[in-house]
């Protein structure tokens, strides 16, 4: 188990909602951000969204006013609400994490997020 550690995710159904949560093992870590990827089959690894230390995010324009990205910077952690999920949701999310001290970034093991129609 690497330093980032995900959770949530399963089957949801059209119209439906799953969380995510991904936390930062450890208190050694400073992070200066933390975001939520995604890669269906047969396409590149895309942003779904981000959130900084600082609290600012961003959102890929197809999850905007769906999910929503938020965070606890006490527990290094951060959840993606998804919301009025569609088909083309489906994809493995992977959480990656910046951190600043110590200076390195990395990906969480991914989990995988199934919309049936």
């Known amino acids: 188990q690497g330093w980032l550690v995900e959770s949530g995710g399963g089957l949801a159904q059209a119209g439906g909602s799953l969380r995510l949560s991904c936390a930062v093992s450890?208190?050694?870590?400073?992070?200066?951000?933390i975001g939520w990827y995604r890669q269906a089959p047969g396409k590149q690894r895309e942003l779904v969204a981000v959130?900084?230390?600082?609290?600012?995010?961003n959102y890929a324009d197809s999850v905007k006013g769906r999910f929503t990205i938020s965070g606890d910077n006490a527990k290094n952690t951060v959840w993606l609400q998804m919301n009025s999920l569609n088909a083309e949701d489906t994809a493995v999310y992977y959480c990656y994490a910046v951190s600043r001290d110590p200076p390195m970034d990395g990906w969480g093991q991914g989990t995988q997020v199934t919309v049936s129609s």
């Open positions: 450890g208190s050694a870590f400073s992070i200066d951000a």
């Open positions: 959130i900084s230390s600082s609290g600012s995010t």
